[in-house]
């Protein structure tokens, strides 16, 4: 491998113009990726696995480009190393364009073949690797342009949507809360980030440039979409620990609800459950979910106020609309589940004391009637 490397290296074509596939696999070059996801090659059809191996194919040795590549820059100029990474980037991004459409359709597939879990694993590996090979390119700028760099993808990460839906609403709650914290102090210190940025000298002690003006330009162009990004994203965050505040309230007082409406087994253990019913209140949980509610309703009116979050509107005042449904309905239930327990707990005490009568009464039937107390006529 180390031979390998250093025969790239020493070569004066980057190994990133060499897209070079064996025999039996369509080159990259001139069209071939397209005619790989075509309907057919030499004539037969080709099924959606043949497909999927042979992008993996192309994606596996972009891969090995890739960190050939990298590797060959070692130990040279930040500026050789960024020109190698990027004339891969531009290259790569060029190319890749006609496995989007398939990549989109596996996501909403239910399931995917082997051949299709390979190619998802060959996508995921090579753009994580991309990812470490940008943030590498950014920690690695000479100083102090490497401190704004780590600010800016510290930032960036304050600012970078969340994906999925989590389970563990509390959790969510307290990570959108930790990223406003973060997000606010990232722009506190964004003045003396873009003081350094705009007066660092690009020239090294011989007067050569030492970052390629793209690069630059790159940071510019993140500046201004950080500046940009959070006038509306601290209003995202806001949103999303309320809703997960809400959600995680809901879940802990259904939990309780469920417990409550379960088959009783003895006035004891409804005493309990009683007991629980006033422990609840008195964390005030009811209370604490309808003030998140009514805050989680009041952000949400700030989406008809920012013109690049004006296509959620509706979408968040319809989550706050159900929400708002199922937190009536929960209060209720709490309401509903106290008189319920009540009513139990009397009739349960009726029972025993009418019971008790009875028995009491039998007994007594029982020692009138007994053959030492029979009358004789």
Not at 39 to 53: E, F, L, N, W, Y
Not at 78 to 95: D, G, I, K, P
Not at 213 to 230: C, G, P, Q, Y
Request: glycine share 4%.
């Amino acid at each position: 491998r180390r031979h390998k490397r250093q025969s790239v290296a020493s070569s004066d074509t980057s190994p990133f113009t060499r897209y070079s596939l064996a025999s039996n696999v369509p080159s990259l070059d001139k069209g071939s990726l397209k005619d790989a996801i075509g309907p057919g090659i030499t004539g037969t059809q080709v099924t959606p696995d043949r497909k999927a191996q042979e992008l993996s194919c192309w994606l596996g040795q972009a891969y090995d480009e890739l960190l050939e590549g990298w590797d060959s820059t070692e130990g040279e100029s930040y500026s050789e190393r960024y020109h190698v990474f990027q004339t891969f980037l531009v290259s790569f991004n060029e190319q890749r364009r006609p496995i989007m459409p398939l990549l989109t359709a596996m996501r909403r597939a239910p399931k995917l073949s082997e051949e299709q879990r390979a190619l998802r694993e060959a996508w995921d590996s090579l753009n994580e690797k991309l990812h470490e090979y940008k943030v590498e390119l950014d920690m690695s700028l000479p100083p102090p342009l490497d401190t704004v760099a780590r600010w800016l993808l510290r930032t960036e990460g304050a600012l970078t949507e969340e994906q999925g839906d989590p389970q563990d609403h509390g959790r969510a709650a307290d990570e959108a809360r930790e990223k406003q914290e973060l997000l606010r102090i990232c722009l506190e210190e964004m003045p003396q980030h873009l003081k350094i940025f705009q007066s660092f000298q690009n020239l090294d002690e011989f007067g050569n440039m030492m970052v390629p003006t793209d690069k630059i330009d790159e940071l510019k162009r993140r500046f201004t979409s950080v500046r940009v990004t959070a006038k509306y994203h601290g209003i995202k965050l806001e949103y999303r620990e309320h809703q997960h505040t809400v959600l995680d309230l809901l879940g802990q007082i259904r939990a309780k609800l469920c417990s409550w409406k379960r088959p009783y087994i003895s006035p004891e253990a409804v005493r309990v459950l009683l007991q629980e019913w006033h422990e609840i209140n008195k964390q005030e949980l009811p209370s604490l979910l309808e003030a998140a509610i009514h805050r989680l309703k009041q952000i949400s009116e700030k989406y008809s106020s920012k013109s690049a979050l004006a296509a959620d509107y509706h979408h968040v005042g319809q989550q706050v609309k159900q929400l708002e449904e199922n937190t009536a309905v929960v209060l209720d239930e709490v309401s509903s589940a106290k008189i319920m327990m009540g009513h139990v707990l009397s009739a349960w005490d009726s029972y025993s004391d009418c019971l008790s009568s009875l028995q009491a009464w039998l007994e007594q039937g029982s020692v009138t009637h007994s053959p030492g107390n029979t009358s004789v006529v």
